[in-house]
């Protein structure tokens, strides 16, 4: 059974750093990619990354490259978000989930989202 658990959000100031991660059970990464998304206080849920083995790192919107990064501990079977420069507009609540190894089509199996809130 897949299993993913998100974890690392917070409180942190504008211009502050942490440090997601999403933990994943019952598959390994090299047949899936793992996507980052999240969802704002009133708003739909957004993609923020999506990572392959096969098919590397890439950001949506593009405004996020440089300020967020992705690590990836294949001996933990987890992926790291890294986010650096927060914004306020970076507050909502992030879920990582699997998908197709080229970020293509749906993603599946979600976690429950872990909260991040950038106060000023």
């Known amino acids: 059974e897949v299993h993913l658990v998100e974890s690392g959000g917070g409180l942190v100031q504008a211009g502050g750093s942490l440090r997601l991660s999403c933990a994943a059970s019952g598959f390994t990464f090299d047949k899936y990619a793992i996507g980052w998304f999240r969802q704002a206080p009133g708003k739909n849920r957004e993609p923020v990354s999506c990572?392959?083995?096969?098919?590397?790192?890439?950001f949506f919107p593009s405004s996020e490259k440089g300020r967020f990064t992705i690590a990836t501990d294949s001996a933990k079977n987890t992926v790291y978000l890294q986010m650096n420069n927060l914004e306020l507009d970076d507050t909502g609540v992030y879920y990582c989930?699997?998908?197709?190894?080229?970020?293509?089509?749906?993603?599946?199996?979600w976690g429950q989202g872990t909260s991040v809130t950038v106060a000023s």
């Open positions: 990572t392959s083995a096969t098919h590397g790192t890439k």
């Open positions: 989930a699997a998908g197709n190894p080229d970020c293509s089509g749906s993603f599946y199996d």
